[in-house]
């Protein structure tokens, strides 16, 4: 079973940073791609950013090209997906999700599509005011 943990949510005033963490714990190994994913109530899950293996392709969101970056931390059978976002805007409110693929269907151009990810975390709140 692969459990995906996230934290560093919280609330930042505008042109703030936050870093956001998700520890994925069992069957590591197995992972082709994960990914981060915001919601907020009302709208679709929107996709934010994606990392492979070994982090050979990274992918981003319109919205956050540039701000945003995504990036893997792997020690034994523990791996840790990070977000770092800076210049935070009102609009990046949301909750944030951390998402794992351990079939390889997030590759390529459905790095974005929430069915493409089986395992999801339970969510780390973002709020930015102004």
């Known amino acids: 079973q692969v459990h995906l943990v996230e934290s560093g949510g919280g609330s930042v005033q505008v042109g703030g940073s936050l870093r956001l963490s998700c520890v994925v714990s069992?069957?590591?190994?197995?992972?082709?791609?994960m990914a981060w994913f915001r919601q907020v109530p009302g709208k679709e899950r929107e996709g934010v950013a994606a990392?492979?293996?070994?982090?050979?392709?990274?992918?981003?969101g319109d919205s956050v090209k540039g701000r945003f970056t995504v990036s893997q931390d792997k020690e034994q059978n523990r791996l840790t997906l990070y977000l770092q976002m800076t210049s935070l805007q009102p609009e990046d409110t949301a909750m944030y999700y951390c998402a794992a693929d351990l079939s390889g269907f997030a590759a390529g151009f459905n790095w974005h599509i929430d069915a493409s990810y089986t395992y999801w975390g339970q969510g780390t709140q973002v709020t930015v005011s102004s």
């Open positions: 990392i492979s293996y070994l982090a050979a392709y990274t992918y981003y």
């Open positions: 069992g069957y590591a190994d197995s992972v082709y791609w």
